[in-house]
C-alpha cells in the first residue's frame, strides 16, 4: 500500500525546516537507508533516509520549498508492484503525532521529602542495659553485626583488611570475615566505586568506606547518576541496596581538601538517602539501618568523634529508624537543631544558655534525607525561635533547609527570624588559629540565641 | 612477527551452522528495522530527547549474542537498543521506552538512554560515557562473588576508552580475576572527533596490556569472526582465567545521535562502508553460497517486518505513563 512520507524532526527541538534537496525523484526505487533528500534546519543540513522500500510515486514538496513542518507529507511511496496511481490516492490514515500531546495536570506535590512514617515509639524505644563504648567500636559493631547476619554484605574501600581501617573503623572484620567480603582496593574510589553499584544493582549489599568523604569526589557520578537514579530510571527494577561511609567534615590541621561537609551536596539528590551519627548509639543503629536499607545511603561519620565515648545499648537487635531525630535535651525558649559533632556543640550552648536562664531544646537530626521536620516543627512551634548549628558552609546548607521548614510551616508560631550558624565560607585554612576561627563554637550560637531573644 | 595484530577474518573462524547463520541474519536484520523505524519516529517527533542508532554495528552485538547463556549479564552506553534486543527484551517494551509509554520497560521513565531488565540481566542503557564500565566490572564482581560461571559483557565506545574509569576498571578485573569481556565497540568517532585525534593509542586491542588482559582485534563487520572471538572469550572467562578485551572494528553508518549532520566524515566513506562491509550483506553473500535459498531471506524479512509494526503500533497506542508515576521508584519502600 503506498505510504506517505513525512518531514522529519531531526533535532529535540526542531519544528520546520527547509527541504534544499531531492536525492530520488519520482520513479527512482528506494530501499530502507537510502538518502531521498537533504533538509536544512537552523542548525544544520541532515539527510533523510527511507525507511522502507518501495518507489517514489510523487514528490509534494518542492526543492528549496522553506518553513515545511515537521509531519508534512513531502512524497509517496509506492510498494513494490504498486502503479504510480496509487500515489493520488494515499491519505493520511490518521495524524501520527496526535498521540504524543496530553493534557498537563499536575499530580500533587509531597513538597519537600519528610521523614515516612515510623512510629516514633520505635525510635523512643528502651533499649534497656547501656555499656560506654567510641562510635569508632560503635561502627565496627554495627558492620560485624551486619556481616554475620546477611551473606551478601561486603566491605570495600582503601586499607579496610589488611591493614585494619585507615582510621581502624574495620579493625578485626578481615579474621572474622576473610578476605572474600573484607576487600581492599586500589587507590581508585572512581572505579571501585562503579565496581560496587554494578555489584549492588544485581542484589549485593556493599559498604563502600571512603577513607575520608573527600574522596567521594572522585567517585560521585557513580553516587548520584548510577547507584541513586537507576531505581527510578528503571521503572523500579533495579534498586541499589549500598551504603557509602566515612569521615566528612573538618578533622584537625589537614587543610582544605580535606575539611570539607557533603551532608548539602548528597542530601540535594532524590534517591540518596543520608544520616550523621553523633552519639556512639547513634552510630551503631544508623548503620545498621542503612546496612538492611534497600536504597542507596551516604553515612557521614565524623574523625573527631570516632574516639569519643557514649553509653550504648548492648540489645543483639539494636537499631535505629532512618528519618526521625533525636531531642537530645529538651527545653522550651529555643530550638537548636545539629547533626553528627555540633549536636556536641549545640548542647555545650545549651548548658551555657541554661546558666543564663534560657531554657534550649536541641534536637540532634541523625537522619539529613529523608529530615524529620515533624520533630522540627513541633518543638518550633513550643519554642517560637530555631538556630540551625552545622560545620558546613552557609550557601545552601542544611541549616538553609531547616529554616526553610520552619518559615514554611511554623511561620506563625516564630517570634524572631530563624538563624544559622555555620563554618566560614571560606576553604579551610591550615594554620591552628585561623583554623580554630573557621568553625562554630557553642559561643557562636549563644550569641545567635541572645540576638533573638534580645530583637 | 608482526607486532600488530590483524583482524581476525571470517577464514580464521569455525562455520556457523545454516541454523545458527539464520538466527544471526534475522537478529541483525530485527536490529537493523527496528532502528530505522526509531529513525523514522524520531522524525515524526514520536521519540524525543537523544536517540542513538546501531545501525552498520549488527555484528558485534548479535556475534556475541550467539555466545550468551542464561545468566550472562549485560551492559552498555547509551546506544543501547541493539544490546537490549539481542539480551532478549521485547521490541514492544523498548520500543515503546522509546515513545515514553506506560508499556516500555521503564514505563517510559527512562527513555532511549535508560533502559534496563532485572529479567533479561540487562543493566542498561547508561548516559555516563564510560560508567558503565566500571558497574559492568561490579556485574563481573557479582559473579564471582556468587561463585558462578557467568559472564558479564561490558560495551562501550572508542570514545569512552580513554577514560579514567576504564582503565581503573581494568587494574580492578585483573586483580581480581573477573568474568569480565570488555567489549570496545570502536567505530572510529565519539561523536565528532575521530579516533586519530582523541586516542594517542593507536591499538585499542592493546589497551590492556600493562594489567595482562588477554586481548583480540576482530572484524567487527563480519559476523563470523564476532562469533568466533566471543567464543574464545566467554570460555576463557568461564575457565576463571579473568576478563578479556575485544576490539571491535565497526561503524556506524548513522550520525552520532539524530542531531548530528555528520560533516566530519565524507559521504564517501559512510557509502563504502555500506557497500563493501555491511554485516548483513556479508552475512547473506555467505548464506547464499552456502546454498540457502532466497526465499529464506524473503521469509526473515517478513517476519521482522511484521514483529517491527507490532511494536511500532504498540508503542504508539500504548498510553503515556500514569500521572502518579511521578513520584514512584524514588526510593525503595523498606
Redesign the interface.
Known sequence: MASLI???????T?TEGTLARWVKKAGDAVS??DVIAEIETD???????A?DEGVIGKTLVDEGAQNIA??TPIAVLLAEGEDASAADNVTRSAD??A??S?AI???AD?GIVEAPEVAQAENDRDWGETSEITVRQALRDAMAAELRRDEDV?LIGEEVAQYQGAYKVSQGLLDEFGE?RVID??I?E???????????????KPIVEFMTMNFSLQAV??II??AAK??????????C?IVFRGPNGAAARVGAQHSQCFASWFAHI??L?VVAPWSAADAKGLLRAAI????PVIVLENEILYGQKFPCPVDEDFILPIGRAKIEREGTDVTLVAFSIMVGVALEAAAILAEEGISAEVINLRSIRPLDTETIVRSVKKTNRIVSVEEGWPVAGIGAEICTVAVEQAFDWLDAPPARVCGLDLPMPYAANLEKLALPKPEWVVDAVRKQLRD | MDETPSASGRSNGPALSPETMKRAYRDMLLVRRFEEKAGQLYGMGLIGGFCHLYIGQEAVVVGIGLNMKQGDKSITSYRDHGQMLVAGMTPRGVMAELTGRAGGYSRGKGGSMHMFSREKEFYGGHGIVGAQVALGTGLAFANKYRGTDEVSIVYFGEGASAQGQVYESFNLAALHKLPCIYVIENNRYGMGTSIERASASKDLSRNGEPWGIASRKVDGMDIFAVHEAAQEAMEYCRAGKGPFLLEMETYRYRGHSMSDPAKYRQRAEVEEMRRTRDPIETLKAEMLRCGIEESVFKDIETDVKAIVADATEFAQTSPEPELSELWTDILVEA
Open positions: 513525512l518531514m522529519p524532526a531531526l533535532s529535540p526542531m530502507a537507508g542548525k544544520a543540513t541532515m539527510e533523510v533516509e525507511v515537521v509531519n501520527p503525532a498521540g504524543a496530553v495536570e499536575t499530580p509531597p561486603f572474600k582496593t586500589p581508585t572512581h572505579g571501585f566505586t562503579g565496581m560496587a553499584v554494578g555489584a549492588a544493582l544485581t542484589g549485593l557520578d557513580h547518576n548510577s537507576t531505581l527510578y530510571m528503571s521503572g523500579g527494577q533495579m534498586g541496596p532524590p534517591g538517602k538492611r536499607d534497600p536504597n
